[in-house]
């Protein structure tokens, strides 16, 4: 699995978990839905690491635990 894809894939598992829709993470996190949708939906595959930040706090997660999974200690390695 790449990064990208694993990184859409734990925000939609945070996001179903939290039950929370992607206006109400927009709001909690002052990210635009418009960046929220193309990072889950492949139009942005390459979020950057405020973006994210901004997206943990608004899922009342750390960074630390948002990498904190099986999927990103196991990634392929990108070139």
Do not use: Q, W
């Not at 909690?28 to 939906?41: E, G, R």
């Not at 405020?50 to 990103?72: I, N, P, Q």
């Amino acid at each position: 699995m790449d990064t990208y894809t694993a990184v859409k894939e734990r925000l939609f598992g945070l996001i179903g978990e939290k039950k929370i829709s992607v206006h109400a993470l927009a709001i909690a996190s002052s990210v635009p839905p418009s960046t929220i949708k193309n990072i889950l939906y492949g139009k942005s595959k390459n979020p950057g690491i405020v973006t994210l930040k901004m997206l943990c706090d608004g899922l009342g997660v750390t960074l630390s635990e948002f990498f904190d999974t099986d999927v990103f200690r196991n990634l392929d390695e990108e070139l």
